[in-house]
């Protein structure tokens, strides 16, 4: 690639840390830099995917005329999914005023439910300045309702460090499951004596650093793909859903050593409905780091 050799080592980077490298190096982008960049952006979109990546994470270097609008194409192509999480990641670095914010608002909204959980936790700490309460209470309330552990946890915590007590935070959350109205009462009760004892809140909001590379990514949409097909082998309810004696069996059958109580704890973390089984989100977030393909 001719021209700034940065620039093409930016372009081509494959690691995430060599493309914040590159990208930090590149102080003066050239008329004929940003040429490349606008050519990339919008002739090779769905050509030069891991350039467009890396222009998507780090926005700033996207000609300013078509910056908002490449970050929220990334945001709505479900046909390329990395592009949905760079644009999620590219957007935290944008200094954005209220209408750019408004633009970008809905479609991260809609990241947030994405099926994959890396792509929902990064648009939801992308939006996490700009949430507000009472505004957005009908967000998180379908956050806690239909994401899982790690998202559905940041959710609850966010509302209990918005609510004047607890009170209000039992009437908002009337209609979730009793697992989840159990922790965040846990969680109200923990935020609550550390104001009584004039002390930090040990209840925070998580925010998200990691992200994958492009190669890292699909390699997981793989191991998911794989673990969405045994759990259809699995499951023979009209429910859709596994308990812990299936999943037990399968363990010991892929040399996984796990105790019964131990596999019905972590089951519980995740979520399980009424009978203590998990549907197949959960079931995935359970067996992925468990799983080698």
Request: negative net charge.
């Amino acid at each position: 690639m001719s021209g700034n050799s940065a620039l093409g080592q930016f372009l081509l980077a494959v690691d995430v840390n060599q493309s914040a490298y590159f990208a930090n190096s590149l102080k003066c982008l050239s008329d004929r830099d940003n040429k490349m960049i606008r050519k990339i952006i919008e002739e090779n979109w769905d050509d030069e995917v891991q350039m467009v990546s890396n222009l998507l994470q780090y926005p700033n270097l996207i000609p300013e005329d078509i910056r908002v609008s490449s970050i929220i194409k990334g945001l709505e192509d479900e046909e390329m999914p990395y592009y949905i999480l760079s644009a999620a990641v590219g957007a935290q670095k944008l200094k954005l005023n209220e209408d750019c914010m408004k633009l970008i608002f809905d479609p991260l909204r809609k990241a947030v439910f994405n099926d994959q959980g890396v792509i929902s936790m990064r648009a939801f700490t992308t939006m996490l300045p700009y949430l507000s309460f009472p505004n957005d209470i009908d967000l998180i309330l379908n956050i806690i309702k239909k994401k899982k552990s790690a998202l559905q946890d940041c959710a609850v915590s966010w509302l209990v460090l918005k609510v004047q007590n607890k009170t209000e935070l039992l009437s908002i959350l009337e209609s979730v499951d009793s697992n989840t109205l159990t922790i965040a009462q846990t969680k109200m009760d923990k935020h609550l004596q550390s104001l009584v004892d004039g002390t930090e809140s040990s209840i925070s909001v998580e925010v998200m650093d990691f992200y994958p590379n492009l190669n890292d990514f699909e390699a997981m949409l793989d191991k998911e793909d794989v673990l969405s097909e045994i759990f259809d082998e699995l499951t023979n309810n009209k429910d859709n859903t596994i308990s812990s004696v299936e999943i037990k069996s399968f363990l010991d059958d892929i040399g996984t050593n796990l105790s019964i109580e131990e596999l019905v704890s972590e089951m519980e973390n995740i979520g399980t409905d009424k009978s203590g089984q998990i549907d197949k989100d959960g079931f995935i977030e359970l067996m992925f780091p468990k799983f080698k393909c």
